[in-house]
């Protein structure tokens, strides 16, 4: 208790990002010291260390957290720390924040329990890490014989992936539909195919030419105030001559004077 005591004046002598080894340190030994013993106590202690942390820290917490529910608690309350941890967590954590939850999940409560959890990464994750969790869901839909919601899910994802960058994804819908579909679906896959890419490289030359002309803009923009500063400088110096022909022409007279 003594040692805990230390770490309470530490994590509230410091604040984020200087006080993540305090909090980690100080969650991990408590743990350690008391697995389940103390479940509210530590409970309110991974509260208090979330609170006000920023994304970059977030995930190693929110997994120690989860271990805890998961270990000693319920499994409602470590599926609902995934869920607030995918939200949490950088963006560039967040896809394999949920590929853990999805995980855990499956082997909570069986694999079409994942659907929405599927679903809602899909709305959440940008559309490089959305196109692969649709991958993951086409083929977990495959593996339970539900062909048509793959199919589905290859038609949605579709409109994320440009046939010319994510060749993955459309050589996963091909294979799809070779294995599973008929001339009928082989044929609106590639249509689809086509349209996308058709649709993409419109957008593609669109902000191209839209960047063009704007930076057409900044190049006028900057010859205009070069003009200008070098037409204030010609007056300037305009001025500054006839003053000093004036200046020489007054002393002039006074000499003759």
Not at 13 to 38: C, I, N, S
Not at 155 to 169: F, H, I, N
């Amino acid at each position: 208790e003594e040692a805990f005591r230390a770490y309470e004046k530490g994590v509230a002598l410091f604040k984020w990002p200087m006080v993540h080894d305090v909090w980690h340190t100080y969650l991990a030994r408590f743990l350690e010291r008391y697995g389940g013993q103390k479940l509210e106590r530590a409970r309110d202690l991974f509260e208090q260390a979330l609170e006000g942390i920023p994304p970059k820290y977030a995930k190693s917490i929110y997994l120690m957290y989860a271990r805890l529910e998961e270990e000693y608690g319920l499994s409602r309350h470590a599926m609902a720390v995934y869920e607030r941890a995918t939200q949490a967590v950088e963006e560039a954590d967040r896809f394999a924040m949920y590929q853990i939850y999805i995980r855990r999940a499956a082997e909570v409560a069986g694999v079409t329990s994942t659907r929405e959890i599927h679903e809602r990464a899909i709305e959440a994750l940008p559309n490089r890490d959305a196109s692969r969790m649709v991958l993951q869901y086409a083929d977990l839909e495959k593996k339970l014989g539900e062909v048509d919601r793959a199919r589905s899910l290859f038609l949605y994802g579709s409109q994320m992936c440009d046939p010319r960058v994510d060749k993955e994804y459309w050589k996963a819908w091909h294979d799809f539909e070779v294995h599973h579909g008929n001339e009928e679906t082989f044929r609106e896959m590639l249509r689809i195919k086509r349209s996308v890419g058709a649709s993409m490289n419109t957008q593609m030359q669109y902000m191209t030419a839209a960047m063009m002309a704007a930076q057409k803009t900044v190049e006028a923009d900057k010859k205009d105030a070069a003009a200008a500063a070098a037409g204030d400088t010609g007056v300037a110096g305009g001025a500054g001559g006839a003053m000093a022909l004036l200046e020489a022409q007054m002393q002039r007279d006074v000499e003759v004077q």
